[in-house]
């Protein structure tokens, strides 16, 4: 045998008989089988094994199935972001002609997207958050599927999911949660009775803000099979690298949620006795919308609330007292280990509603009293 095709068909391996604590990372685009007759058995669906490098390797695989296992799902699908998870629910569910609910306080992005299904025939409406049951009233004989999002992003509204849920299965529709902030832990989604569950593996599996991936888990066979057909056909696939790096994220998920969770209280319940504050959205609060479901059913909170300031603090005061912190970043997404803020100018509505500038705090690992030191310095900028 020539050395160059030694070069490719070497019979030589690394000694056999490591055994490491860590996942070993698969990479593969091509899968070899054992003959021709065995690849065109295998060339089935995702769970019938191994058959492209697209549907999974054994790393992203595994994550899935770690995934699945965490939320009680029949089957979970990885995809590349979050928004990615998103838009996968609606190429699942909905077809032209099709009639979607959406929280307003639902993720700006999936509000967004509004223009894009317009285009293929499928109407997104919005809803109040806190409808509970009374969402039967607006669900129409081509509603295909009703989106909760419990938090609300930015606002942290509290839904009644298990009152959405018999509502939407009395008439035959659907749920689809997006469960991001309870990081598919905090909160039992497949309990509460809804159909698909995501997340942005982004943001607290991942954990520090070094990846984006999305998941979306299913409840049961028919899910899989709709949601799985539709993955593959839009060649939705993880690379194993990532989802090496969110299996180590997971390794760490309990402790890192349960520090920002008393970290996170902590700032919101100081933020709430300074000068200025008009109300602080968090869902452990007694006065957030839906605070009551919260405590029924929830295990706690993360590290996300928001601070609405009394009208008299304008949002070039409010950029003032971001700018001068110098522990809270400014930046999208959230859930890593660094301290965030975010403002949202292009949200008008938000003043509206709440009477005040909005602004969103998502707590790090950083020492809670250094936190409030940082807060309480750049406090004067506010001009209250
Ligand atoms: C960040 C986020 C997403 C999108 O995740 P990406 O991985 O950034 O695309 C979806 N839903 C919620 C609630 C989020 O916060």
């Not at 109040?128 to 004989?141: Q, V, Y």
Request: proline content about 4%; overall charge neutral; charged content about 20%.
């Amino acid at each position: 045998m020539d050395w160059k095709t030694r070069l490719l068909h070497s019979a030589t391996a690394a000694p056999g008989g490591f055994r490491s604590l860590a996942t070993p990372v698969w990479r593969g685009s091509t899968v070899v089988f054992e003959s021709l007759a065995d690849a065109h058995e295998h060339w089935q669906a995702e769970t019938a094994g191994y058959a492209y490098g697209l549907f999974g390797t054994p790393t992203v695989l595994e994550l899935a199935a770690r995934i699945a296992e965490l939320e009680g799902a029949r089957h979970t699908f990885l995809t590349p972001s979050g928004m990615a998870a998103i838009a996968l629910v609606y190429l699942s569910c909905c077809k032209a002609g099709d009639h979607v609910l959406l929280p307003w306080t639902a993720y700006g992005p999936n509000h967004a997207l509004k223009g894009h299904l317009g285009r293929l025939g499928i109407e997104v409406e919005t809803y109040d958050p806190m409808l509970g049951g009374k969402i039967s009233e607006r669900i129409r004989g081509n509603t295909s599927l009703i989106w909760a999002e419990s938090p609300g992003s930015i606002t942290m509204e509290i839904q009644d999911v298990p009152a959405i849920v018999a509502a939407a299965h009395a008439q035959g529709v659907p749920v689809a949660l997006d469960n991001t902030y309870a990081a598919g832990v905090l909160f039992d989604a497949f309990a509460a009775g809804v159909d698909i569950s995501i997340q942005a593996l982004t943001k607290y599996a991942g954990g520090h803000s070094d990846v984006l991936m999305g998941s979306v888990s299913v409840r049961d066979e028919t899910w899989l099979q709709r949601v799985g057909s539709t993955r593959h056909m839009f060649g939705m696939g993880v690379s194993p690298d990532d989802a090496s790096l969110v299996l180590r994220g997971l390794q760490t998920l309990a402790l890192r949620l349960e520090r920002f969770g008393q970290s996170a209280l902590k700032l919101a319940q100081w933020v709430k006795r300074q000068p200025g504050v008009r109300h602080v959205l968090h869902p452990a609060l007694a006065d957030c919308r839906g605070h009551d479901i919260w405590k029924r059913d929830f295990r706690g909170s993360a590290s996300l609330f928001s601070v609405v300031f009394v009208p008299s603090v304008s949002a070039g005061q409010v950029r003032e007292f971001a700018d001068a912190l110098q522990w809270f970043a400014a930046g999208y997404s959230w859930g890593g280990t660094r301290s965030l803020l975010m403002t949202y100018p292009g949200r008008r509505d938000l003043v509206e509603r709440y009477g005040g500038q909005v602004l969103r705090l998502n707590i790090g690992l950083e020492d809670s009293d250094d936190l409030i030191a940082d807060l309480a310095g750049a406090w004067p900028r506010l001009g209250v």
